[in-house]
């Protein structure tokens, strides 16, 4: 069965950190283009971050870069999501998308997962 499953997500205080985790059953996810989006509450899917297939590059939304990186371990078949310096607006469900490109397509025809709360407050 293929299964996209995140975690990692929760409460933590402004200026926090999580590592959000998406692990991949079923298929080997070095060979695909892993993203990271998250959706706030009343407000659009917004892209966060994107690895190409087989980690050869990463890119990053302008509201995380320098605070976000993203990652791979091929032996855990699991990408991660260091998420540092935590503000409220980051509060969202965060979601991993399979595809094999970063990019529009990756929305429409990815495979995802089912999303992990993050919230950011004091």
């Known amino acids: 069965q293929l299964q996209l499953v995140e975690s990692g997500g929760g409460l933590v205080q402004p200026g926090g950190s999580l590592r959000l985790s998406c692990a991949a059953s079923?298929?080997?996810?070095?060979?695909?283009?892993i993203g990271w989006f998250r959706q706030a509450p009343g407000k659009e899917r917004e892209g966060v971050s994107c690895?190409?297939?087989?980690?050869?590059?990463?890119n990053y939304s302008d509201s995380v870069k320098g605070r976000f990186t993203i990652s791979r371990d091929n032996a855990k078949n699991t990408v991660y999501l260091q998420m540092n310096s935590l503000k409220p607006e980051d509060t969202a469900v965060y979601y991993c998308?399979?595809?094999?490109?970063?990019?529009?397509?990756?929305?429409?025809?990815?495979?995802w997962g089912q999303g992990t709360l993050v919230t950011v407050s004091s």
């Open positions: 079923g298929f080997t996810l070095e060979y695909y283009a």
């Open positions: 998308v399979a595809d094999p490109l970063c990019g529009t397509t990756m929305v429409k025809f990815g495979f």
């Open positions: 690895s190409s297939g087989s980690g050869g590059s990463a």
